[in-house]
């Protein structure tokens, strides 16, 4: 069985210290392919030099602001994301990611700012033709009415869903795949863990989130994509088809995404 890690961060000092190593065993798992979203205009080239070099796994890039870290950001950054796109988009596979977090206290909310983020890296998205990798945090509704409005050819990812039935089946008439993550290691995560059951497979693929997002049992620790093969299992456990159906159907889903 192949697999593909289609959220991970390769590029955090956690993980790079000792890559051609971690690929090496990701390969030997069956791990081939990992997506590598960036975060902010300071980790671009280190993104994009690591899908540019010769790695033991296909490394996809991905460049996008999230919406952690735009604080600090003019417009400017915006204009250079769309100049480095225009550039380097036969390196780039994916915006991302990029999406809305909407902080619980009003009183420091730069929501404004990040719906305009969001809604230019979404221009983006469709203007290239590319998938997008969407953070979200009590943001469905904000998250969805753009999605609607841009109607994206290659749609992305819902990046770590969790939520509802009805949400999923909102992104899904929308073309987008759920990222199903260390979250259903959780016995907590019932509701998320019971609407990924019930989905349809062609709509999920997998992810890590490393070195963040620990499984249950690995709390504390730095996550790493060799953990993708546990996530694996857990959905193999929630699922009623094989395991050998569902690694084949989740491939295909990441090549809707990724494959040129
Ligand atoms: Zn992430």
Redesign the pocket.
């Known amino acids: 069985m192949k697999f593909t890690d289609s ?1 991970c ?1 390769l590029d955090f000092d956690e993980l790079k210290q000792d890559l051609p190593n971690l690929l090496a065993q990701c390969k030997q798992l069956g791990i081939h392919r990992i997506v590598v ?1 960036s ?1 902010d205009p300071s980790n671009w080239q280190s993104v994009l030099s690591l899908a540019n070099e010769n790695n033991s796994v296909t490394v996809i890039a991905a460049l996008g602001i ?1 919406p952690w870290f735009l604080t600090e950001l003019s417009e400017q950054a915006l204009d250079d994301l769309a100049n480095l796109l225009a550039q380097e988009h036969s390196s780039i596979c994916a915006i991302g ?1 990029a999406g809305i977090d909407v902080p619980i206290s009003e009183q420091q909310s730069n929501l404004t700012k990040q719906l305009h983020f969001f809604d230019y890296q979404l221009q983006l998205a469709k203007q290239y033709r590319l998938p997008i990798l969407v ?1 979200h945090r009590r943001s469905h509704q904000h998250i969805l009415a753009l999605l609607k409005q841009y109607q994206l050819e290659k749609s992305g990812i819902i ?1 770590g869903f969790s939520g509802s039935y009805q949400q999923a089946v909102d992104y899904l008439d929308l073309g987008f795949k759920l990222g199903v993550g260390g979250t259903i290691s959780y016995p907590r995560a019932q509701k998320t863990i019971e609407t990924i059951k019930r989905l349809p497979l062609n709509s999920l693929v997998l992810e890590t ?1 490393a070195p ?1 997002m620990p499984l249950y049992g690995f709390q504390g620790k730095s996550n790493t994509p060799l953990q993708l093969i546990k996530i694996f299992e857990h959905l193999v456990k929630i699922r009623s088809e094989s395991a050998e159906t569902i690694a084949a159907q989740l491939e295909i889903n990441n090549n809707d995404l990724f494959a040129r």
């Open positions: 959220h961060h979203p975060i999230h990611e953070h990046h989130d963040a």
